[in-house]
């Protein structure tokens, strides 16, 4: 059944008006407790006190306050594995992320997801996904159920660009536009998918025109503006509760390299230059600035808070303990499955045979 024969969902939350004040402000505290808490994050790496890989929102900030303040409760989010700033903005406590990284058990995860694998049910944060595009068709899934259950929720499904390559990406937008489904697919832009430019990858470099295939409503916003984007998704987000899916790029920077270990050797001088130049933290700062809603004390305020919370979360995450390797196969499958595996490294595929007795040797003999 098309989406066109479908009854429209009422919505719950119709595009608002710009940004208030307060609401400026919170994005700026948001923005820079995201800066300072994946800065201490990188130190982490550093020390070996994270293991496997980190990819961090550094220059992103601004398109994860956005996207994040405009969701209900209720919505699910799914992401990849460039996470961290997402389930802050959603609102889990930095100590049960930091925790996380750091594999231990007070993690939000309990320790077994780590950097790219995180999830909260309570949140309704659906985890991040490290197969590039994995987390697409099982957002769009998601999406289907809502329908099917005549629900109000929505799902906003985060991706970087280079997903976009990606057959699942297209096979997706296409279901979910012939059945209307309450989705919104986020593609933050930051010009590299790795180290390839977007240019050299896509032939259609502008990617929210991808949407035009499905007949899809989609936009192209400035990721540097909280507000922006915020506004943005708000109207993608009325759209999809109204069962009309909607693409939505954000076009950010990306500060540093792809993970914590990546130098960007293939990056130009004055390429990062620009980078650094784009902080969308210190753009959105001056413009405040200019409004008098900040001012440079509460900027240093702001600053300090941030850092002691990025340091209380390091220090709760290094007194966690390990989880205990009897937990390995907790949430294997949500539910018991027959001949699930349960077997740890070293153990024996089958069980050793009986050894003969001592009678049975002397017989043999």
Same mark, same amino acid.
């Given at each position: ?7 429209? #969902? ?14 400026? &402000? ?9 800066? #300072? ?25 601004? =398109? ?23 389930? @802050? ?11 996380? *990284?750091?594999? #231990? ?15 909260? %049910? ?12 994995? &987390? ?21 499904? @985060?991706? +970087?660009?280079?997903?976009?390559? %990606? ?32 240019? &050299? ?5 502008? *990617? ?28 993608? @987000? ?37 980078? &650094?130049? +784009? ?13 008098? *809603? @900040? ?11 941030? %850092? ?18 009897? =937990? ?38």
């Amino acid at each position: 059944m098309s989406a066109k024969a479908r009854a429209p #969902r009422t919505s719950t939350r119709p595009p608002s008006p710009p940004s208030s004040d307060e609401l400026s &402000q919170e994005f700026y505290r948001r923005m820079v407790m995201i800066r #300072r808490f994946e800065e201490r994050a990188a130190r982490a790496y550093a020390e070996a006190k994270v293991g496997g890989y980190c990819h961090l929102n550094l220059g992103e900030e601004a =398109t994860v306050v956005g996207v994040m303040g405009a969701l209900d409760d209720s919505d699910y989010v799914y992401t990849n594995y460039r996470e961290h700033g997402y389930a @802050l903005a959603r609102g889990i406590a930095p100590e049960r992320i930091m925790a996380e *990284l750091y594999g #231990r058990s007070d993690g939000v995860s309990k320790g077994w997801g780590g950097s790219m694998h995180m999830f909260d %049910i309570a949140s309704r944060f659906m985890g991040g996904y490290g197969i590039v595009g994995g &987390q697409v068709p099982l957002a769009t899934g998601t999406a289907l159920a809502i329908e099917y259950r005549a629900g109000t929720e929505a799902v906003v499904c @985060l991706m +970087g660009d280079g997903t976009t390559n %990606i057959g699942a990406f297209h096979e997706s937008l296409n279901i979910a536009a012939l059945w209307g489904l309450p989705i919104v697919y986020v593609v933050n832009n930051n010009g590299l998918g790795m180290g390839t430019t977007v240019e &050299q990858s896509s032939a259609e470099p502008e *990617l929210y025109k991808r949407a035009a295939s499905y007949r899809m409503p989609s936009a192209r916003v400035d990721g540097n503006d909280p507000a922006a984007v915020h506004a943005a998704m708000r109207v993608a @987000l009325s759209s999809a509760r109204a069962g009309v899916p909607y693409l939505l790029e954000t076009m950010t920077g990306r500060m540093k390299g792809h993970s914590v270990v990546d130098p960007a050797r293939y990056r130009s001088a004055d390429d990062t230059a620009r980078a &650094q130049a +784009g902080d969308p933290i210190a753009a959105f700062a001056t413009r405040l600035l200019e409004r008098d *809603l @900040l001012t440079d004390d509460m900027i240093a305020e702001i600053d300090r808070e941030a %850092i002691a919370r990025a340091s209380a979360a390091a220090a709760f995450a290094e007194a966690s303990p390990h989880p205990d390797v009897s =937990t390995l196969f907790d949430y294997t499958y949500a539910t018991a499955v027959p001949n699930d595996s349960r077997r740890l490294p070293g153990d024996a595929l089958f069980p050793a045979p009986p050894r003969p007795s001592a009678a049975h040797t002397e017989v043999m003999a």
